[in-house]
């Protein structure tokens, strides 16, 4: 059993102001809606992704797993092509959605090592509050009562501010990340990676694929057999490397589309040598 786990905003969908489409209109791809809110498009991919992607989620011997920041109700606004996962992980790791459903006893874990080994939501949400700027802070969030976020002017942020903010959270079991105009402080133990292994256990996979962009998915990238990452994001603006990571050179809805289509291939490669039927070109 392969298992695939990808971030999701600026790995595999695009929102409008990400496409960071690079080509004359005349030849720019064909977009799919796969999220609406308000009634509103908002996040995107090529046709082609598209394709592909219902491919890998109905790809056999393997499990397709959307592997995401966002909040459950965030996620559940997205419908990507293909048969739903059975398997998806929300808030950075703190759910486990089997079937659509939170997985309880996975939660109720998480909470456990949150509350042995971290400063309380409280206190940190509290610190982003206190020494942000009206200036530049557009909101303030607190997302499923496990990690905090601001929405920024990016613009008029100070160079200094988010890595006084990561000093200060680091020595209290927290992580802060720089991810387009959010910054994020999540707990150092919710991590994607753990949720990923949780579900490799159950499915009994023996290789995990993953891709991602920002670092909030370094752990997700370090834990994999084999990972890809974007020519854009924090990851390839910090020029992080890992030997068994591929540093893509396409950027926006395009390498979204190339990283799809790696991890299909990929699937495809496994379940051969495994036996598994084929499946054909998509």
Not at 54 to 59: E, P
Not at 151 to 164: G, I, M, N, S
Request: hydrophobic share 45%; net charge neutral; aromatic share 6%.
């Amino acid at each position: 059993m392969i298992l695939v786990a990808s971030d999701l905003d600026r790995t595999l969908i695009y929102s409008a102001a990400a496409l960071a489409l690079d080509v004359p209109d005349a030849e720019a791809p064909r977009l799919v809606s796969v999220e609406t809110y308000n009634s509103r498009p908002l996040s995107y991919v090529t046709e082609t992704a598209a394709a592909l992607l219902a491919d890998l989620a109905a790809a056999p011997g393997a499990h397709f797993v959307p592997t995401t920041t966002r909040t459950r109700v965030q996620y559940q606004r997205v419908r990507l092509p293909g048969p739903p996962p059975r398997y998806a992980v929300c808030a950075n790791g703190g759910h486990l959605l089997v079937d659509g459903e939170t997985d309880a006893g996975w939660h109720a874990r998480v909470r456990r090592a949150l509350a042995a080994g971290c400063a309380p939501l409280r206190e940190v949400s509290e610190r982003m509050r206190a020494t942000s700027d009206p200036a530049w802070l557009r909101a303030h969030r607190e997302a499923e009562d496990l990690f905090a976020y601001l929405v920024v002017d990016r613009d008029q942020l100070p160079d200094a501010w988010t890595k006084e903010l990561a000093d200060w959270a680091e020595p209290r079991g927290w992580t802060v990340s720089l991810q387009g105009r959010k910054i994020y402080a999540v707990p150092r133990p919710l991590t994607k990676s753990a949720a990923v292994a949780e579900v490799a256990r159950r499915t009994g996979a023996t290789l995990t694929l993953a891709a991602g962009d920002s670092l909030l998915d370094t752990d997700l990238l370090l834990a994999a057999d084999h990972g890809w990452r974007p020519g854009h994001g924090e990851l390839a603006e910090t020029g992080w490397q890992a030997p068994h990571v591929t540093a893509l050179a396409a950027r926006g809805v395009q390498c979204g589309e190339e990283i799809v289509r790696t991890l299909l291939a990929r699937v495809r490669e496994g379940t051969r040598a495994a036996g598994c039927p084929a499946q054909p070109a998509g």
